[in-house]
Protein backbone atom coordinates (compact mmCIF):
# COMPACT_ATOMS: atom_id res chain seq x y z
CA UNK A 1 0.00 0.00 0.00
CA UNK A 2 2.06 3.30 -1.20
CA UNK A 3 -0.08 4.87 1.76
CA UNK A 4 1.08 3.17 4.88
CA UNK A 5 3.43 6.29 6.13
CA UNK A 6 0.69 8.33 5.35
CA UNK A 7 -2.06 6.16 7.43
CA UNK A 8 0.66 5.18 10.07
CA UNK A 9 1.23 9.31 10.57
CA UNK A 10 -2.36 9.70 10.56
CA UNK A 11 -3.31 6.82 13.34
CA UNK A 12 -0.29 8.20 15.80
CA UNK A 13 -1.42 11.29 15.53
CA UNK A 14 -4.37 10.52 16.20
CA UNK A 15 -3.69 8.53 19.47
CA UNK A 16 -1.21 11.49 20.81
CA UNK A 17 -3.99 14.12 19.99
CA UNK A 18 -6.90 12.23 21.30
CA UNK A 19 -4.85 11.20 24.63
CA UNK A 20 -4.73 15.23 25.63
CA UNK A 21 -7.81 16.22 27.15
CA UNK A 22 -7.18 20.12 26.70
CA UNK A 23 -6.93 19.34 23.03
CA UNK A 24 -9.87 17.24 22.50
CA UNK A 25 -13.04 16.62 24.44
CA UNK A 26 -15.47 13.25 23.84
CA UNK A 27 -15.11 11.88 20.58
CA UNK A 28 -13.38 14.90 20.16
CA UNK A 29 -13.21 16.29 16.43
CA UNK A 30 -11.80 14.31 13.27
CA UNK A 31 -8.31 14.10 11.99
CA UNK A 32 -7.93 12.66 8.09
CA UNK A 33 -5.79 12.21 5.20
CA UNK A 34 -6.54 11.84 1.72
CA UNK A 35 -4.78 11.22 -1.19
CA UNK A 36 -6.06 11.33 -5.51
CA UNK A 37 -9.80 10.73 -4.79
CA UNK A 38 -9.17 8.20 -1.46
CA UNK A 39 -9.30 9.62 2.14
CA UNK A 40 -9.35 8.11 5.37
CA UNK A 41 -10.44 9.86 8.39
CA UNK A 42 -11.51 8.80 11.83
CA UNK A 43 -14.63 6.10 12.05
CA UNK A 44 -17.75 6.84 13.57
CA UNK A 45 -18.06 5.33 17.15
CA UNK A 46 -13.57 5.76 17.60
CA UNK A 47 -12.33 7.83 20.05
CA UNK A 48 -9.16 9.46 18.45
CA UNK A 49 -6.33 8.50 21.47
CA UNK A 50 -8.39 4.39 20.31
CA UNK A 51 -7.40 4.80 16.87
CA UNK A 52 -4.65 2.11 15.78
CA UNK A 53 -2.87 0.91 12.83
CA UNK A 54 -5.85 -0.95 10.76
CA UNK A 55 -8.71 -0.35 13.70
CA UNK A 56 -10.72 3.58 13.77
CA UNK A 57 -9.78 5.01 10.26
CA UNK A 58 -12.41 4.11 7.39
CA UNK A 59 -11.45 4.73 3.69
CA UNK A 60 -13.92 7.00 1.49
CA UNK A 61 -14.10 7.51 -1.96
CA UNK A 62 -14.11 11.81 -1.85
CA UNK A 63 -16.17 11.76 -5.25
CA UNK A 64 -18.89 9.83 -3.77
CA UNK A 65 -19.02 11.45 -0.09
CA UNK A 66 -19.49 14.98 -2.17
CA UNK A 67 -22.24 13.79 -4.36
CA UNK A 68 -24.17 13.62 -0.90
CA UNK A 69 -23.35 16.97 -0.01
CA UNK A 70 -26.26 19.58 -0.32
CA UNK A 71 -26.08 22.35 -3.17
CA UNK A 72 -27.16 25.26 -1.35
CA UNK A 73 -24.45 25.43 1.81
CA UNK A 74 -26.29 28.86 2.77
CA UNK A 75 -29.34 27.47 4.26
CA UNK A 76 -30.06 24.40 6.29
CA UNK A 77 -30.53 21.41 4.87
CA UNK A 78 -33.91 19.88 4.47
CA UNK A 79 -34.59 16.13 5.57
CA UNK A 80 -34.37 14.75 2.70
CA UNK A 81 -30.96 16.36 2.26
CA UNK A 82 -30.00 15.26 5.61
CA UNK A 83 -31.17 11.79 4.49
CA UNK A 84 -29.15 11.85 1.30
CA UNK A 85 -26.14 13.01 3.12
CA UNK A 86 -26.82 10.07 5.43
CA UNK A 87 -26.45 7.83 3.12
CA UNK A 88 -23.96 9.04 0.84
CA UNK A 89 -21.57 9.07 4.37
CA UNK A 90 -21.94 5.21 4.23
CA UNK A 91 -22.18 4.23 0.89
CA UNK A 92 -18.65 6.25 -0.08
CA UNK A 93 -16.73 3.60 2.05
CA UNK A 94 -14.49 1.84 -0.71
CA UNK A 95 -14.99 -1.32 2.03
CA UNK A 96 -18.28 -1.57 2.91
CA UNK A 97 -17.92 -3.74 5.90
CA UNK A 98 -15.49 -1.63 7.41
CA UNK A 99 -17.29 1.13 10.26
CA UNK A 100 -19.28 4.08 8.64
CA UNK A 101 -16.46 7.56 8.43
CA UNK A 102 -17.20 9.94 11.15
CA UNK A 103 -20.48 12.21 9.87
CA UNK A 104 -18.14 14.82 9.63
CA UNK A 105 -16.16 13.51 6.77
CA UNK A 106 -17.97 15.98 4.17
CA UNK A 107 -16.17 18.57 5.57
CA UNK A 108 -13.12 17.07 5.64
CA UNK A 109 -13.70 15.96 1.78
CA UNK A 110 -14.44 19.17 0.83
CA UNK A 111 -11.51 20.83 2.40
CA UNK A 112 -8.45 21.14 -0.16
CA UNK A 113 -6.00 20.39 2.02
CA UNK A 114 -4.31 16.45 2.35
CA UNK A 115 -3.97 16.42 6.24
CA UNK A 116 -6.89 18.00 8.60
CA UNK A 117 -6.58 17.86 12.18
CA UNK A 118 -10.10 19.10 13.36
CA UNK A 119 -10.50 19.38 16.97
CA UNK A 120 -12.97 19.96 19.79
CA UNK A 121 -10.49 21.54 22.32
CA UNK A 122 -11.30 22.31 25.88
CA UNK A 123 -10.00 26.29 24.66
CA UNK A 124 -12.45 26.53 21.69
CA UNK A 125 -15.52 25.14 23.78
CA UNK A 126 -14.98 27.83 26.65
CA UNK A 127 -14.35 30.46 24.21
CA UNK A 128 -17.20 29.27 22.37
CA UNK A 129 -19.57 30.03 25.94
CA UNK A 130 -18.18 33.84 26.63
CA UNK A 131 -20.73 36.42 25.97
CA UNK A 132 -20.64 38.03 22.45
Not at 26 to 51: C, E, H, P
Amino acid sequence: MKNADELELLSSLCRNWGSDLFLIQGAGGNFSYKNADRLWVKSSGFLLKDVASGRGLTEVNISACAAGIPSDVHSPPTAEEELCYYQATGACRVDLKTPRPSMEVGFHALLPYPWILHTHSLAGILLGLLPA
